[in-house]
Each structure stands twice: as C-alpha cells, then as structure tokens.
C-alpha cells in the first residue's frame, strides 16, 4: 500500500488559526460533556450515595475488565431540552468488556428523575439493543429506574418505538440466543419490572432492589392494601418466595461480581474472520485534525489528510485516483483491521456515485468492513445534471449503502446535506455506528441554500399575484432561517435527538473504529444480496 503524503504545513499561520477555531469548539464540547457526565443534581447524588449506592458510571467500571476501554454513546442525548434536567437522558449506555465479551451495557441513572424514561431515554434504550441484536452482544441491564416519566407519558408510552418496545426488543434478542443479565439495584417499577423478568438471569440487591408491576401507592389506591416496598417485591421475596429472581446479592459490588461470575458461562460466539495485520500508527500525529477539522464548511478539504491520520502507518491503496475525484475510495487497515474508505471531496456526480457503487460491492464482495468519512454538501443539481440521470446514478449508490452486508460505520467530519447523507450511509441507513465531530453539521441542506429557496419560493408567490415585493420582509425571513438552521444543524442538536451515537474526539476516530469493527465480528458477515439497479 501506498503512504500518503499531507499538504498541510502545520507549522503555518493558517493551520494555527484553524487549530485555534476548532479547539475553541472542542473546550466547550468537552465541558458539556464533563457536566452530563456529573449525572443529576448535587442533592440527587448525594442522597443515592447516602444509599450505599454506587454511581451508574462507577458500576459500569467495576463490572467491566480492568484496563478495558467503555465506548459510551450518546453521552449528550438529551441535552439543550427539557431545561437540561436529564444530563444523559438517565442513562447511561455503551460498549465494555466482561470476561473477554463485547457486551452492551445499559445503566439507568436513578440520581436523574429517579432514573425514569423520557422519549431520549427509550431512544438510547433501544438503540443499545438495536445495537446488541445487530452484532450479537450480550446485554447487562442495570436497573435504577421509576419507569415513565410520567408527565410525559403521552410522547413516551404506546407508539411502536415506544416504552414497550425495550421489552419486544428483549424478547427478540433472547430468541436470537442473545445473552441478556440484569442487576436490580433500585426501582423497578410497571412495565419496568419486565427488564429483570425477561432476562436469562437476573440479580437482585438486598434492601435496595425493588420488583413490583404496582408500587405500594397504587396496590393502596387499587385494593386498600397496605404493604412496604420490601414485603411487596424486595430481594428477600423475589430470590426465596415469587422465583421473579435468580440471585441475591448484598450490595452493589456484590451484585456485580455475581454478574461477572455468569458471564463465564455464556458460551463465545463464532466471530466472522477477518485477515487482521500488525498495528502500526499513523505517520502523522492524529492531534494534527484538531487544526485539519473542518470549521469553516465552506473551505474545501483534501480528505486523505483526515485518512492518513487515522488509518495504519498513514497507508491507503486508492481505487479509482485519478477518475470521479470528488469521492476518495480506497482499502486501508485501522489498528489491524481490513476497511474500505469512502471520504467525500466535494459534492456527488453521476461518475462520482457509480464509482462508490462499484467500491462498495468490492467491500462486500471481500467481506471488508466499510468506512464513511462524510464531508458532504449533496448530490450536484442543474439541467445537466437531471439529463445524465443524476438520479439514476445516485439511486444506485443509495441501493448499494442500504443492501451492504458487511459492517458499515459512518463519521461525519465536516457536514453532512441532502441526499448525500443518504448516500453516505447517514442514520436511515443503519451504520453499526454513527459519530459526529463537534465540528459538524447536519441538516437537509445549508442555512445559506434553505434561505434562497424560501425567500425565492416567497418573492415568487408576490410577483404571480401581481403585489409589491416587500424586500424588508424577505430579508427578514432570511435572517430568521439562517438563524434556525444555525441551530438546528449543530453536532449537539443532532446528538441531543440521537441522530448518532455519539459527538467524538477526532483522535479518538481511529480507536473508536477499530472498537466498532471488533464488535461487529461478534455476527459473522451474510453474503452479498442485492437489489436491482436502474442502469
Ligand atoms: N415520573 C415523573 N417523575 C418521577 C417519577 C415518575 N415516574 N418517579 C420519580 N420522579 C421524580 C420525582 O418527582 C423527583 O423529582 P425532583 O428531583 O424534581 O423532585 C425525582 O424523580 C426523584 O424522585 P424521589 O422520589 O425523590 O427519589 P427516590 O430515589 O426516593 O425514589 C423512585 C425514586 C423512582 C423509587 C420513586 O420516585 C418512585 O417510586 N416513583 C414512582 C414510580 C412509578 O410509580 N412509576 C410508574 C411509571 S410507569
């Protein structure tokens, strides 16, 4: 394979002034998440420490290996809504390790809201066993959680990806033969007393796990009957007289090691091989994109200085050089692994598409996991354009991304617009993973483009009815959606709504993927299957 070779001189006044810009982004970018990662308020925490509970974070820790890394994700969903009263959205969710097993680990947070669910809540929820189900992870829920938030019940309770579906999900993992333990180690209440019962095992805290479909205010209401938490679904009942749980456990720690001590008898999968190199780090230190990011989506960006700080020794074999230069295709290694890089270097034409089509199908054709580096602005428009069948040759694209059946994972470097979202295998089309840079943009085109159409559509509707164009009225209807789109489009809006799984360090990009690639390993790769293509 060939090294590249940056550029970029990062010893000039422009790549400080870049580096400046972005590392401006990233300070705040890493004390919000300094602040979600805090979990509730200095009062909710004190009084679940005062509990003798351990932190959701700090459980996780003591549950996974030692010196193992936990790729948490959506660490800021949630946040800028609700008045920032649920850091996280309550829980917390990731990839770790336990005895050597790629697990998914979900952890409510009781010190937000008593742990309970709002819409981002079930997002993250289902989207940790969406995860699970499509690279076969065992799952350890810990629970902590009042159930629904109920003043919001209307947004949370009965449609499809609803609260119930965490308890479908669970018994469609579980007939996959899909591993699921959960730890009781707070409430669990209603319909969340389904987590721990529909697990394989389940362990519950001594004096601090509680089970019961209705708590003791509701049995008080519907029967009369008065009864404690405890007599009515504490761990004393469960593991000796109702058989709801498996295991006792005396405390938080407790309860984990028992966790641990199962997992030594889940059976490993039959992992997909993959021809894995030597590790070898990048010619180029991967700190140089805090200067390469691109902040200003308007300057244009070589995206092989991005691959070349990311991938093995900086080595990339390119396909397709010197034709449809606007997609940068090509294989490369990340820490070991085989990977196909698609990368965006400007926007998408007919030869552009039909070259990442064609690259695709090499990837799945060789079992090689793919790689999206989205720096997107859309697909080309214009009467030359639609003649040569830009749609055509986009579609084919689309087809090729959505029927890929190897493991795709997509990072969005720079912006991600329009239909070239689609193309670059944004959300809809179901990356294993999806990370934003805090750079980033997303929305279904730029703030500039959105205010033309609009206030052209507007001045339109003036002429066809014959009435004065009032240039101050579309001047400031352009002003408030450049405003709206400014907002709407940021890393943290996207990441707020789970549009992703996450806003990442740019250095940690290459680790990040390498994590991602081993996870996937877990399904053994399908053959290829395609639909038909418009020729
Ligand atoms: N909906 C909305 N808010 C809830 C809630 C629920 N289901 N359960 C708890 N909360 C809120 C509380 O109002 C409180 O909010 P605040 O911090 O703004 O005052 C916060 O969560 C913590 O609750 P609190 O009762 O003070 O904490 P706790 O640790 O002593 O008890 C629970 C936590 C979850 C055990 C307890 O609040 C409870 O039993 N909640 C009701 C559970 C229930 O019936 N759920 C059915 C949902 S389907």
Redesign the pocket.
Known sequence: MQKLVSAIDTTSPEFKEKKEKFLKIFQEYKEILRQVQQG??E??LK??IS?GKLLARKRINLLVDPDTPFLELSSMAAYGQYDN?FPAAGIVTGIGVIHGRETMIVAND?T?????YIAETIKKHIRAQEIAMQNRLPCVYLVD?????????ARV?PDKFD?GRIFYNQARLSAEGIAQISIVM??C????AYVPAMSDENIIVKKQG?IFI??P??VKTATGEEVT?EELGGADIHTSISGVSDHFAGNDEHSLQICRSIFESIPFPDRQKLDIGVIEEPDYDPEELYGIAPVDLKQPLDSREIIMRIVDGSKFHEFKTRYAPTLVTGFARILGFPVGILANNGVLFSETALKGTHFIELCIHRKTPIIFLQNITGFIVGKQYERQGIARDGAKLVHAVANATVPIFSVIFGGSFGAGNYAMAGRAYEPRLLFMWPNARISVMGGDQAADVLVTIKKDQYIASKKEVPDEELVQLKKSILKKYDFESSAYYSTSRLWDDGIIDPVDTRKILALGISMSLNRKFSDPKFGVFRM
Do not use: N
């Not at 959680?145 to 019940?153: A, K, M, T, V, Y």
């Open positions: 509730g308020s009062a909710a009084k679940h509990r009263q009781a937000v809201k008593g742990g309970t959680s009042g159930g629904i938030f109920l003043p919001e019940q309770f609260f707070g409430s209440t209603a319909g969340g509680t209705g708590g205010p509701l938490a």
